[in-house]
């Protein structure tokens, strides 16, 4: 079946550094790729839309500048948080719709663990 | 706007005892609903999905039935193992166009031997 892999699993940054989250779809193509956010015991929050060849679609109150997202394949989407501090610590995960799929055919990343120091 | 509410946890049941996970919706229109799994250490999987009202999803022993009269969506099982020790989320989108899914916070399962 169709596979995603999110890589890295886990990562420690020092305060003031940019992290790169990579979202891969392995077996298919995806035009659409979503990013979420997940606090401890708290529910999956979308970040944004990554539109291949577009701009991402942010939600509100996410801030574009601080989660760059870049989507320049059909099976690579990067989410880059920016000038991290210890508030964007939190578990990252992409998910991945196939291109003429089925409407139903989400697949997600196993996430990523960050804590900023 | 759209929105889940699921049923908190942590559940802790024995193996073969019933598991209801409830979860209630709310939502404009018709929205499909899903049921998400998560095992320790791995992404989200599907579970399964229903589509319209009166619709049951079922997969792997668990079935849920979409009933709009209520805007209730719960999962249930009639005999878990440990094996369905994970992390299960409710979630809804709007249908074909909006392909964006909200989730409700999860319920943590653990089935003991």
């Known amino acids: 079946g169709a596979v995603v892999s999110q890589h890295p699993s886990w990562v420690i940054c020092k305060s003031g550094t940019s992290v790169k989250i990579e979202c891969r779809s392995l077996d298919f193509q995806a035009t659409t790729m979503f990013w979420y956010r997940q606090f401890p015991k708290q529910s999956l929050m979308l970040m944004a839309t990554s539109n291949e060849g577009s701009k991402a679609t942010y939600e509100q109150g996410v801030e574009k500048d601080k989660f760059l997202i870049n989507h320049a394949s059909l099976t690579l989407s990067t989410l880059t948080v920016t000038s991290a501090h210890p508030e964007d610590s939190s578990f990252y995960i992409c998910?991945?719709?196939?291109?003429?799929?089925?409407?139903?055919?989400?697949?997600f990343g196993s996430g990523t663990r960050l804590t900023v120091v | 706007g759209n929105s889940v509410t699921q049923m908190e946890g942590p559940v802790t049941l024995s193996e073969e005892a019933f598991l209801t996970i409830n979860c209630t919706y709310t939502a404009t229109g018709y929205p499909s609903l899903f049921w998400y799994v998560q095992y320790p250490g791995e992404g989200l999987q599907l579970l399964l999905k229903a589509t319209k009202a009166d619709d049951k999803g079922s997969n792997k022993g668990f079935e849920a039935t979409y009933r709009k009269e209520t805007t209730s969506f719960h999962l249930e099982k009639g005999s878990v193992q440990v094996s369905d020790s994970a992390v299960y989320f409710c979630?809804?989108?709007?249908?074909?166009?909006?392909?964006?899914?909200?989730f409700g916070a999860g319920t943590t399962v653990t089935v003991r031997a």
């Open positions: 979630a809804l989108s709007k249908g074909p166009g909006d392909y964006k899914l909200s």
């Open positions: 998910s991945a719709r196939e291109t003429g799929g089925s409407f139903y055919g989400y697949t």
